[in-house]
């Protein structure tokens, strides 16, 4: 996968950054189909060979979209919370926090390649890459309930993933936040309350 993470210098790492903030942008203001290798280019100020010397396909600058929304937002801040939290429970209630303050940050670029994944190949890799990353936070934190003698009794531990993943789910953060005009903190405590209620015996 292409990744900003080994750039030769600074200025090769800022043009890498301005190309990948060019891609953010198109797909939030005009949507995935007007992502092209020569749109993305135009909008960064940089050449179409530019381009390329980074990213050798749109499959590749999709791919490595996926790390610069990670660093951009910095999403290894915001799970931590979840990965020392004390216990499962608390992990769970770090998981809401997630959902309600981390989730809203990249949704518009996210829902627009889930929404494409359907017919778009690149965007289809690289939805399948965030869903398995999410689905695997999502198990850790359930494995880590039944390891505690935790987890409610009607669940195994593959529905309680699944069932956690869906109440994380954009839909449900995309409801509350932009049609019911909730707060992030009225959205991270009451999903918090729900995750309790549903999972912790």
Partial sequence: MASIETPRNARSRRTAQALLKAARELIEQEGLAEVTMAAVAERAGVSRRAIYLHFASRGELLAALYDYLNEVEDRDAAFLPMWEAADGVAALDARAQVVAGFIPRIMPT???????????????????????VRYEGCRQIIERLAGEGRLAPRWTTTTATDMLVALSSFDVVGILLNERDWTEAELADHLAAVFRQVFVV
């Fill in 110 to 132: 996210a829902r627009a390649l889930q929404q494409a994944a359907r017919h778009d190949p690149d965007a289809a890799r690289h939805w399948e890459l965030a869903s398995r």
